[in-house]
T-cell receptor, first 115, second 114 residues
Framework: DAGVIQSPRHEVTEMGQEVTLRCKPISGHNSLFWYRQTMMRGLELLIY????????DSGMPEDRFSAKMPNASFSTLKIQPSEPRDSAVYFCASSFQRGGVDTQYFGPGTRLTVL | AQSVTQLDSHVSVSEGTPVLLRCNYS??????LFWYVQHPNKGLQLLLKYTSAATLVKGINGFEAEFKKSETSFHLTKPSAHMSDAAEYFC????????????FGGGTRVLVKP
């Protein structure tokens, strides 16, 4: 199993630019999660999808952030325009929800630096 | 509401000695509990999970954790530390009452001395 795949692994951009992070969940999983990790705030859930539908986006910081899941095998997290305070590691995770509590499997993360 | 407190932000052990990482949780309902490990510049890897079956849970790499409801604890242990155990460890709680959302502890960074 290839696990959760994220790209790019590293992204350096300038303030005001658009950034798109990509995630391919584990095949067969029906839930996908986007997290952000910073030294100050630790790991925060930004948004999660179930069967490609956004279920909870209460963690999305502001309108500059948007996420889509056009199909079961692909999701994007977009930041437009980016700001230095968006610098963080962004993780994607996926799981198979079947009614009980599922186990989330994390990707390697994308380290974003906004100058 | 649910929350997790990892009682030590840093733990230093010598190679070959036991490791103990402490975790206390708060949850309105029967929780599911996880330990994840994060090596430098890597993603989070699941070590083990508790989901209301046996209270002593064995995970990968020789780690185990015991769920103690009376103490609301889920401490992680390993009898003998290895250099490769140097990493950050996260205790995580989840539950159906919280929509199966994960709540992370602040993490414990483990240093293993030769």
């Amino acid at each position: 199993d290839a696990g959760v795949i994220q790209s790019p692994r590293h992204e350096v951009t300038e303030m005001g630019q658009e950034v798109t992070l990509r995630c391919k969940p584990i095949s067969g999983h029906n839930s996908l999660f986007w997290y952000r990790q910073t030294m100050m705030r630790g790991l925060e859930l930004l948004i999660y999808f179930n069967n490609n539908v956004p279920i909870d986006d209460s963690g999305m910081p502001e309108d500059r952030f948007s996420a889509k899941m056009p199909n079961a095998s692909f999701s994007t997290l977009k930041i437009q325009p980016s700001e230095p305070r968006d610098s963080a590691v962004y993780f994607c995770a996926s799981s198979f929800q079947r009614g009980g509590v599922d186990t989330q499997y994390f990707g390697p993360g994308t380290r974003l630096t906004v100058l | 509401a649910q929350s997790v407190t990892q009682l030590d932000s840093h733990v230093s052990v010598s190679e070959g000695t036991p490791v103990l990482l402490r975790c206390n949780y708060s949850s309105s309902y029967s929780p599911s509990l996880f330990w994840y490990v994060q090596h430098p510049n890597k993603g989070l890897q699941l070590l083990l999970k508790y989901t209301s079956a046996a209270t002593l849970v064995k995970g990968i790499n020789g780690f185990e954790a015991e769920f103690k409801k009376s103490e609301t604890s889920f401490h992680l242990t390993k009898p003998s530390a290895h250099m490769s155990d140097a990493a950050e460890y996260f205790c995580v709680v989840s539950g159906r009452a919280a929509g199966n959302k994960l709540t992370f502890g602040g993490g414990t960074r483990v240093l293993v001395k030769p």
